[in-house]
């Protein structure tokens, strides 16, 4: 079947069809990993945006039943040079295109992807609209256009889990606000053995300090962090309270909170081989990214926040941490998956920063006062 | 990190000949090393025996030394040098085992010498198998159950134990020498006692087989600082059991989802990092298919075959970022010379697929084993971009010029199902298009995946192509649709041309020529994308280029004048480096001249295709169709095709014809020099002798021919390369036995018998603009004709040739380019015979010996060649007819074989060349220069030994005067029955020893006892003993024992060593 993805500037690839009939319109970004489109298609941070992957040959492995970031793709679209149809791989169940097609999610094959590619790099990312109808050109263009901004806007609310739930370890108490969380972060803790809450983006600093945690850990998630001001609320009450790992969109949002500010990139990172450097060693670590907004770097002055990594291409901030407070937060993807797994070690700073909270603030024991209350004495 | 100030001189090792296994790959390595420690000011001393490289240009280096790479000699060249650093990673396994050697001689500690890039606790550690298996035991890193053992009897004991099929493998050789898969008691016992021998220390891994699991490689780099990063990982079409030198690759890896690559690349940067290595680094791994169970199978510590593969793939440049590390570089302030605007430290990603294929020497030698299996075989390799398998596939198996286009090998269909099935179970060099062809038959997948154990993906392709092949030939009418889908699956023209004209004959469209029109009439072209190591994320300047049918075009047209020059593709037998060393030289010279020079070739591991060299490269087949592509896109004033040996030669006449400019001698030409009866003309016009003989187009006519010559003649198929299928017949029964196995004789395809004149053979290259012919100089050979001229040692200038005899040749060699109307290169063969001259052999194109020739005499041949070429006249440039004085030092060229490698292939010299590279000694002496040409091709030359001589009747006479001579340095002589009897009855101490068929011990035991230390043995024709001598020189050259088949060998090694070595003389008594 014939697919058409039409762009926002007017520009008309026609390819072919491997994924849900339909249209659907996105953002049109593109990601240069050559391994993990499972995990790219499943990542919430692509939420509503129709993925180029770089790479001609996509499916080749197929789809494994544990490789998802999350259960529901959650991409408008899916643009490849060549679909694999055959997968070949023991852990492969189905194919990419039957997972597209269950969720309804379009998908192009067989179109000039380097040439796409490279218009986003000139001109930015742009619009665009999947169709596998006969619609005409202009048909296509209202459509893409009367696409309501908040449909593109409001994508935290969409990734979010509604509800709190509880993935029981037996260490360390982390509250992970999911702003569209990928596995991977849940997957790091719980090799660590924490014991995770995971609750909604709107989740306020109260309900929070209630669960009682030992440290607080700030999702990636899709979108612009400015259209989450009530995280960046919630984010600045409990700075300095408990220990902060934010990741991606959460070290935006983290950045906000100490009122930093943040800016939209030309056409962003995506892809699993940015450098990032430490500036504390001058180490460069080989990076997981997907993001199209940054921090900006003039901003952090006077912020108590201090600049930790950058991109040692574009020098744009990739890490910050809190002078005063244990805060720290990351642009990359320390859970790697999919990419590279340089940076887990991130994860363990994390916990040696919750350990060192909880011996410089040490816990006083609520037995007494516990009694006191049940008899009436407080 | 800043640059190491205190690194003011480094000295780089080079990998020497060419040998299957070490290939042009560290030429490029080396050149790209040397320049890259230049540019940073730092001084560089080279050593490198091997003549035929770009590194060993005296620009690339600022002292280089061409000698032979032994402890002596780079010894002395320190001591010399005195220099800071000694840079080991460069040269493949000659340089690292070089620098080992040095390092526990106390070379480098006492001269005051820095290791560089890689300590040799780490080297030991990467190479030593005990000391391997220890540190993956440390990392956690799983390696299949193994032992090492120095005795046949501890490796029984353990396979015993773990049962078979193990793999033997032998420490510190050269891909794979000496090792292979055992199944059986008989087969260990016989692998272990020859991989013992080839092992330096004497030492095997004897490993528990994990044939058919995935083979996975990563190339790895890693700076003083820690920072790692995977430059590329790469699949190997054939599973593990096929050395990976062997195999089909594609790179990236294609089957391994992301949690595969990354725990295999975890587990690479683990093992780079505990080694310690600042520079490149290649791990191998077995992936089992059915879970995450991985086996580490080697590391090495250096740069490789696979890094070049790497480099060429991606566009990071590897060997350069070795050098730069080293000197104390880090990955993240060295910026990547691909973007010019990122940094080094950061992951190559690819939007295309690469896939390499072997280049194997069977053509050449049919009667070579050509089962694929632990021990490398190829001697080159192609490699080819697209931006599908199948694209990619089908472009590299054109890029191998083996006579097929596509996958399909003419003859397969009459194999016998039993053959087929066997030929898919044991690799050979044509199983890809075996697989194509039990597709056809109608062979399941499933089927096929049991027997080959190649992964279901790769399969798939193929069939679905197999599938396409019959949906081109089955429509009456040609659609657009199918023409546009096959070409984006890779097929030519000619292609679906021929599918068609099989499958429709009626229909439309069934020839090469239609198809092209049809193609153009729907405006359907390729178009060009870059190769810019991050997937168009970064915009990137390099100008290099790979075809696609696609949309977008990325090639920016310039306003200069451009020169298209044609390469020498993969590296074969008789068509090497020296061909690829001289494109470059052109290259250069147009760049020089003013013009931009365009380059198309497909052979991966050379300085030519190093994006660096020229303004563009297209990475492409020399094949008709893309060639004419990239002429089309570039439109350039002229092609050049002189410098790419006879893959250039050949696509000269469907160029011209279809318009393309030809520059440098012309094709008529060209045409009158190869084709038989025009040369035959052109030479007796000239009152030039030749060889009297004739071209033969049958086989009753080719009998009556070579009696009317009188045997014995030499007979081979016209239009060859490096003398394929010659041989010198001497009776009317080897001629019909000739003419039944080696060639296919018919008017479409003559023979050429011609008289065989036993006399001198001398080769001279020629520079010609038209008008005035310089020669630099002339070679005489060593061995006497009859002996391909690749493979005789060559001397210049000439020590037995006299001055009026010289001035005879230059003149001849004058006369015909002239004729010719040559403009650029010519290379024509003499044989001297009674005292006069006569001409063998005219090749109007750059020659093997150039590049020998060129550094010898100083004169910049095929930079004086591509000036002329644009119309430069010799002239102005200070050149005039004639001969070139002749320098004072003596140099010698002498090939290199790779026998040990060729299971069951003859190694006595003859008309067909077999030598795969080319040391060179020089020196005011010419024993000297003999001496260390032939230790620099690995001969060991004790000064006392044993000499086992065993000659044919006819060359008993000289024969016994040379083992005279030995006898009388002090080597015993050993000989067998009548060869001893005529040295016995010469007055020659002789110890006679068994024959084969006389009981042990015999002869062969002597040899691989070690009791020997040379073997002369001389080829009797036709007879029984044929195959005694057979096994007794495959015994010499597997045990490393140098042989020798040609007497003239013998006395050149004899007279040196009379001039070298003393003799004790009793007084005259009186």
Redesign the interface.
């Known amino acids: 079947m014939q697919a058409r993805l039409l762009l926002e500037d007017g520009t008309l690839f026609t390819g072919k069809s491997f994924g849900a009939e339909g249209e659907l319109t996105g953002e049109v970004v ?1 990601n ?5 489109y ?2 790219v298609v499943s990542d919430p941070s692509y939420y509503g945006q129709i993925v180029t992957m ?4 996509i499916g ?2 197929g789809i ?1 039943r ?2 998802f970031e999350s259960i529901v793709p959650a991409i408008h679209g899916c643009v490849v ?2 679909y ?1 149809p ?1 997968p ?4 492969a169940q189905y194919s990419l295109g039957d997972l597209l097609k269950e969720h309804g999610v379009p998908g192009i094959s067989d ?5 796409l ?2 218009k986003i ?1 000139q001109q930015g990312t742009m619009k665009g609209i999947i169709t596998t109808s006969a619609k005409s050109v202009e048909e296509l263009a209202e459509m893409m256009a009367s696409v309501r901004v908040d449909e593109l806007h409001n994508q935290v609310a969409r990734t979010s889990t509604a509800h709190l739930y509880h993935n029981p370890g037996w260490k360390e108490r982390i509250v992970l606000i999911d702003f569209g969380a990928k596995n991977g972060i849940l997957r790091q803790l719980n090799q660590r053995g924490c014991d995770v809450v995971i609750v909604p983006h709107n989740t306020t600093a109260d309900e929070i300090r209630r669960l009682n945690p030992d440290g607080i850990q700030l999702s990636n998630g899709p979108g612009d962090p400015k259209d989450v001001p009530h995280a960046v609320e919630t984010i600045s009450q409990l700075l300095g309270e408990y220990p902060i790992f934010g990741i991606c969109l959460g070290h935006q949002l983290l950045s906000l909170a100490c009122g930093a500010d943040t800016e939209k990139l030309k056409f962003g990172h995506r ?5 990032v ?1 430490d500036l504390a060693t ?3 670590y ?1 990076t997981s990214q997907n993001h199209g907004y940054t921090v900006t770097e003039s901003s952090i002055a006077g912020t108590g926040l201090e600049i930790t990594h950058i991109n ?2 574009d020098k744009t901030v990739e890490g910050v941490k809190h002078t005063k407070y244990p805060a720290f937060s990351v642009q990359y993807h320390p859970e ?7 940076n887990s070690y991130l994860f363990d700073q994390f916990l040696d920063m919750i350990h060192e909270h909880k011996r410089q603030n040490p816990q006083k024991p609520r037995q007494a006062e516990l009694m006191a209350i049940a008899k009436g004495e407080l | 990190m800043p640059i190491n100030k205190e690194l003011k001189k480094i000295l780089v090792i080079g990998s020497g000949p060419i040998v299957i296994g070490q290939a042009a790959e560290f030429d490029y390595a080396g050149t790209q090393a040397c320049q890259a420690l230049k540019e940073e000011g730092v001084e560089v001393v080279l050593i490198n025996s091997n003549p035929a490289t770009i590194m060993t240009d005296t620009n690339m280096a600022d002292k280089v030394y061409i000698e032979p790479i032994t402890l002596e000699f780079v010894t002395q060249i320190i001591r010399q040098e005195r220099p800071d650093g000694l840079l080991p990673t460069l040269g493949g396994q000659t340089g690292l085992n070089m620098a080992v050697e040095l390092a526990r001689a106390g070379v480098l500690e006492r001269e005051n010498v820095k290791l560089l890039g890689t300590q040799l606790t780490s080297i030991e550690k990467a190479e030593d198998r005990d000391l391997f298996r220890e540190l993956m035991r440390e990392l956690e890193q799983p390696v299949p159950e193994s032992t090492i053992i120095t005795t046949v009897e501890e490796a029984l004991r353990f396979a015993e134990e773990i049962g078979y099929p193990v793999i033997v493998r032998p420490a510190y050789t050269l891909g794979g020498t000496g090792g292979g898969i055992c199944a059986t008691e008989e087969e260990l016992k016989e692998t272990v006692a020859s991989g013992i021998r080839y092992s330096p220390i004497g030492q095997c891994l004897i490993e528990k087989s994990i044939a058919g699991m995935k083979e996975i490689e990563y190339e790895v780099m890693r700076d003083a ?6 430059v590329c990982n790469m699949e190997n079409f054939d599973a593990v059991g096929v050395h990976t030198g062997d195999s089909i690759v594609v790179a ?11 725990m295999l ?2 587990a690479s ?1 683990k093992i780079i990092r505990a080694l310690n290595i600042e520079g490149g680094c290649n791990v191998q791994f077995a992936l089992d ?3 995450f169970q991985y086996y580490v199978i080697e590391v090495n510590p250096r740069v490789s075959r696979s890094s070049a593969l790497a480099s060429k793939a991606t566009g990071y440049p590897i060997a350069k970022m070795a050098a730069k590390i080293a000197l104390g570089y ?3 302030e060295i910026v990547n010379p691909v973007t010019g ?3 080094a ?9 690469v896939s390499k294929i072997p280049r194997w020497p069977f053509d050449k030698f049919i009667h070579a084993n050509r089962k694929l299996g632990t021990q490398m075989k190829a001697t080159g390799e192609v490699m080819a971009i697209g ?3 199948e694209e990619s596939i089908h472009k590299a198996v054109r890029s191998l010029e083996i006579g097929t286009h596509r996958l399909y090998l003419k003859g397969v269909e009459q194999l016998s199902q039993q053959t087929l099935d066997q030929r898919l179970i044991q690799a050979d060099d044509e199983r890809l298009f075996l697989i194509a062809e039990a597709f056809r038959r109608g062979y399941k997948l499933q089927q096929i995946q049991d027997l080959t154990q190649i ?3 790769f399969l ?1 392709k193929i069939e679905r192509l197999v599938a396409f092949e019959k949906h081109i030939a089955s429509e009456s009418a040609l659609t657009f649709e199918t023409l546009y889908e096959a070409k984006r699956l890779g097929f030519t023209d000619r292609a679906i041309a021929e599918l068609r004209a099989a499958g429709q004959p009626s229909g439309s469209h069934t020839t090469e020529d239609s198809v092209t029109q049809l193609r153009k009439e729907h405006k359907l072209r390729p178009v060009y ?1 870059m190769v810019d190591t ?6 990137a300047t390099t100008p290099y280029y790979y075809s696609t049918y ?3 075009n ?1 090639v920016v047209q310039t306003e200069k004048q451009k020169i298209v020059v044609l390469g020498s593709g993969p590296i074969r037998i008789g068509q090497g480096i020296e061909f690829d060393y001289s494109t470059v030289h052109a290259v250069w010279a147009i760049q020089k001249a003013g013009y931009e020079a365009v380059i198309i070739n497909n052979n991966p591991e050379t300085v030519s295709t190093d994006f660096n060299t020229s303004d563009r490269l297209y990475f492409e087949p020399l094949f008709f169709e893309d060639v004419m592509n990239v002429i089309e896109e570039e439109k350039p004033v002229g092609v050049i095709v002189q410098f790419g040996g006879q893959t250039a030669i050949n696509l000269a006449a469907p160029l011209q014809a279809a318009g393309v400019r030809i520059i440098g001698t012309s094709l008529e030409s060209i045409d009158e020099a190869e084709d038989r009866k025009k040369f035959e003309a052109l030479l007796s016009r000239l009152h030039i002798a030749q060889p009297k003989g004739s071209t033969v187009t049958s086989v009753d006519e080719a009998v009556g021919t070579a009696q009317s010559l009188g045997y014995p003649v030499l007979v081979r198929p016209s239009y060859v390369l490096g003398g394929r299928a010659m041989e010198i017949v001497y009776s009317d029964q080897e001629l019909l036995k000739y003419m039944e196995e080696a060639v296919n004789i018919n008017p479409q395809h003559p023979v050429l018998i011609d008289r065989y004149m036993l006399g001198k053979e001398v080769e001279v290259d020629a520079i010609c603009d038209g008008e005035t012919v310089l020669i630099p100089g002339i070679m005489e050979h060593v061995e006497r004709a009859g002996v391909h001229s690749g493979d005789s040692i060559a001397v210049y200038p000439p020590q037995h040739v006299s001055a009026e005899l010289k001035e005879k040749i230059a003149e001849i060699t004058i006369k015909i380019a002239k004729e010719l109307k040559t403009v650029g290169l010519v290379n024509i063969q003499f044989v001297i015979y009674n005292n006069e001259v006569y001409v063998i052999e005219v090749n109007p194109r750059s020659s093997r010996t150039v590049p020998f020739l060129s550094k010898v005499t100083n004169i910049p041949m095929a930079n004086l060649a591509t000036q002329c070429i644009l119309g430069s006249k010799l002239k102005d440039l200070g050149y005039s007819d004639g001969l070139w004085p002749e320098a004072d030092h003596v140099s010698v060229k002498v090939p290199v074989f790779s026998f040990a490698k060729l299971r069951r292939v003859e190694p006595t010299l003859g008309p067909e060349m077999k030598s795969t590279g080319e040391v060179m000694g020089r020196d005011p002496q010419y024993a000297k220069a003999l001496y260390k040409g032939l230790i620099g091709a690995g001969m060991k030359i004790p000064n006392t030994g044993a000499i086992i001589a065993t000659v044919a009747d006819k060359d008993k006479e000289e024969a016994v005067e040379l083992l005279r001579g030995f006898s009388s340095l002090g080597y015993q002589i050993l000989a067998t029955g009548g060869t001893a009897a005529a040295l016995q009855a010469a007055d020659i101490h002789v110890t006679t020893v068994n024959k084969l068929s006389e009981g042990t011990p015999n002869i062969l035991d002597l040899i691989r006892n070690g009791e020997a230390h040379f073997v002369i043995n001389t080829l009797t024709k036709g007879k029984e003993p044929e195959r005694d001598g057979f096994r007794i020189r495959r015994e010499a050259v597997e045990n490393g024992v140098v042989c020798m088949t040609s007497l003239d060998t013998v006395r050149a090694l004899l007279n040196m060593l009379e001039t070298i070595n003393f003799s004790s003389q009793a007084m005259p008594s009186l």
């Not at chain 2, 991050?534 to 915009?539: I, N, P, R, T, Y």
């Open positions: 593109f240069t990993g050559v391994t993990g499972q995990e770089t790479y001609p040959l080749n492995y494994s544990d490789d040079r060549r694999e055959v070949s791989n023991w852990r179109i000039d992807t380097r040439m590619t490279r790099r892809g699993g081989n940015h450098p450097k001058g180490r460069c080989i040692n291409n790697a998956s999919p990419g590279p797994q340089d | 600082n820690d920072n790692c990063i995977v990236p890896s294609q089957t391994l989802s992301d949690r595969e690559y990354q690349r975890s940067l298919p059915q879970s880090t990955l993240d605007q990122t940094y430290c950061f992951e190559p990603t690819l939007d295309y697929i931006r599908t398998f992964d279901w993906w798939d994308k991050c997937a168009a994320e970064f915009e696609e949309v977008e990325e």
